[in-house]
């Protein structure tokens, strides 16, 4: 079975930090670019954070750009991402997702992500 599982969401004051994760089975996970993605309630979905199958390509959001890091370890069929200096406007639920042989170029977060997890809700308090 193809899935993904995410964890580490959780409540936060402004200014702090959390660490997402997302581990991945039943897919060969190096053939797979992996994203992050996010909604709050009421808005369209938002392409947080991409990386690409061997790490080398990472692309992000204008509004995270130097507060937010992808990371991913392939031996363990993992991505992470740590989020710093939170703000009440990152509230939002946070989705893992997977594309098969993509590489986080252009629009990435328009291509066909195919594999998403449940989600894990980051609330950011001010």
């Known amino acids: 079975q193809v899935q993904v599982v995410e964890s580490g969401g959780g409540l936060v004051q402004a200014g702090g930090s959390l660490r997402l994760s997302c581990t991945a089975s039943g897919l060969t996970f190096d053939n797979y670019a992996m994203g992050w993605f996010r909604q709050a309630p009421g808005k369209e979905r938002e392409g947080v954070s991409c990386i690409s199958r061997y790490g080398g390509i990472t692309a992000y959001a204008d509004s995270v750009k130097g507060r937010f890091t992808i990371s991913r370890d392939n031996a363990k069929n993992t991505v992470d991402l740590a989020m710093n200096s939170l703000k009440p406007e990152d509230t939002a639920m946070y989705y893992c997702?997977?594309?098969?042989?993509?590489?986080?170029?252009?629009?990435?977060?328009?291509?066909?992500?195919?594999?998403w997890g449940q989600g894990t809700q980051v609330t950011v308090s001010s």
């Open positions: 997702a997977a594309e098969r042989f993509g590489d986080c170029s252009g629009s990435w977060f328009r291509r066909n992500f195919n594999v």
